[in-house]
């Protein structure tokens, strides 16, 4: 991960970019990932389980958590996570840097819950009567592993359990910090985000689709809930609205980003490094960035949304924007 | 629905039970449904759908959003938006007769939220993957209708939804009830409610299952959001523990008593009465109430969970519980 962090010679080309970040050129996001990931997984682990009364699906068959487990344990970059722990970061840093990593216990909810819907969409986005899929993250998809129907529901309960994530009675979160929290999350997992991109993306196979209408699609399925992410973690906070301007339009553009390098990803890699089918979406005849206007202009446009970001988080008066920046040059360099 | 409302035979022929509520005796449910129902289909109209700003999904492709109407819009009985708002009137009668039917904004939402829940796990129950039923209210179900992947995804933005009604912006409900809400929905929609209902109904077909364990079955398939109908009403404002209690205990009896009467009826109605396919439990080898312990001695276990359920009303303390009394005897002396 760590040869992705450098800036790319395409940005530092640009006039127009100056890093406002201070102490931004020796960040290492490998090092700043490590223990935050760690604390993800724990906590995923920890509440993903029917065994104790800690875990959230305390009462659940024990199938059913079994299957939700192998859909969202080990596997993936968990950039969603990750955004959400950097936003959180950006906002809080004279608050949380004091105690060293001491993420506050509504961020790594949200950091949890916002990969919970990611993982549910990509069991539903793998059954037979969406993309069939049998590969993902190197394992066979959740429907080979338990069978459609578990794969169902277990998809359903991710997404039930993301919420509940946000919601704790214990009395340590402020209510009004939950209820932003999950009205961030459910309108970018809903019909005018998540669900309502995979739609239009199922209805456009075949179909010869504009730029723009190609980028309204990714902005629903992957953009809404990758900028959720960004949103959601600066909201555990109170931030400001230079912040939250800066901090939206830096979603926008890295999430739009992601999709742009995933075309291009999907006929430059192979299904090994991909950890899941490569060329599928040529082979399934599905427009992308790379059918609309071609590999380089796909690199090119990947970059200038990269600068985009950058010049966003410039804009929100935050000093400590190198974790966002970090995870935006691993988005558009990644190999993966 | 006027026929059901009169207390059966059965009930007053029971030695200990002594209506408490002032007023029962001369409660119509049938005009304390009406207007309340419609509100819910008036704000579920005005609210799932793309085409005006109000519209919670505003932005969401039209295709998507014609599914989600198609499964949630002039269907079913409304059993669980009632029960939200009997439990809502039965905690702040005072407050809101005042002003006749004036319910509340969240209670409108939460009965809303809780039919979204319904209606999407409506949705994908009647998948090819799982039951591969083609009837549902009536009408051909929604895979039928629009394809198994629109389903699919239908019922996940239903889901999102339900989170997205219950969590405004506009500062008309408190954050607190807010959060509330969302947890007590979350809970019951998840792998320790509805959707592990699922799974163990799922994985105990053509199994002997004892009746504990058939209770457990439906105490998460159906009996979870069943209550949590009843506690989301009465969380929309802030009841006693007395009251909490009681009604806790009420939506625990009911649950169970709709579930075995569903079993009832499946033997007994047919399918234009019940506007889905009869017999289908016992086409498919699913354990049911009836062919556990038969029809005399079932019919006489959701007479006594009605008697339970009302005696749990009881001990509420509230004064006015006439509408949660009239709905548990609909549920258990209901003809669909």
Request: hydrophobic letters at 45%; one cysteine or more.
């Amino acid at each position: 991960m760590s040869a992705m962090m450098t800036t790319t010679a395409d940005a530092q080309a640009s006039p127009t970019h100056t890093p406002s970040a201070p102490g931004s050129a020796d960040f290492d996001l490998d090092v700043w990932s490590r223990a935050r990931l760690q604390q993800v997984e724990q906590a995923l682990d920890r509440w993903v389980t029917a065994d104790v009364p800690l875990g959230l699906s305390h009462g659940a068959p024990a199938q059913l958590v079994e299957a939700m487990r192998y859909a969202v344990l080990d596997g993936g970059k968990r950039l969603r996570p990750l955004l959400v722990l950097a936003a959180h970061y950006a906002v809080c840093h004279g608050a949380s840097s004091a105690q060293g990593i001491s993420t506050q216990d509504i961020a790594l909810r949200a950091a949890c819950a916002v990969e919970l819907i990611h993982a549910y969409s990509l069991v539903h986005d793998d059954m037979p009567c969406m993309d069939n899929d049998v590969l993902r993250r190197g394992k066979p998809t959740v429907h080979v592993q338990f069978g459609q129907a578990s794969a169902l529901l277990a998809g359903d309960a991710l997404q039930a359990l993301a919420f509940e994530f946000l919601t704790p009675q214990d009395g340590k979160v402020p209510p009004s910090i939950q209820a932003r929290l999950c009205a961030l999350l459910a309108r970018a997992a809903g019909s005018a985000g998540m669900a309502g991109g995979q739609a239009i993306d199922l209805a456009s196979v075949g179909l010869p689709l504009t730029e723009s209408q190609l980028r309204q699609m990714h902005e629903l399925k992957t953009g809404a809930l990758l900028q959720a992410s960004v949103m959601m973690g600066a909201h555990c906070s109170t931030p400001n609205a230079q912040a939250l301007e800066g901090l939206q339009a830096y979603g926008a553009a890295m999430g739009l980003a992601f999709q742009v390098v995933d075309d291009i990803l999907d006929v430059t890699a192979d299904s090994t490094t991909l950890g899941k089918t490569a060329g599928k979406d040529a082979d399934n005849n599905k427009p992308t960035y790379v059918s609309l206007m071609g590999l380089q202009a796909s690199k090119a446009y990947a970059q200038q949304l990269l600068r985009q970001s950058l010049h966003a988080l410039d804009a929100t008066g935050l000093a400590h924007t190198e974790a966002l920046r970090a995870l935006a040059d691993m988005v558009v360099n990644r190999a993966h």
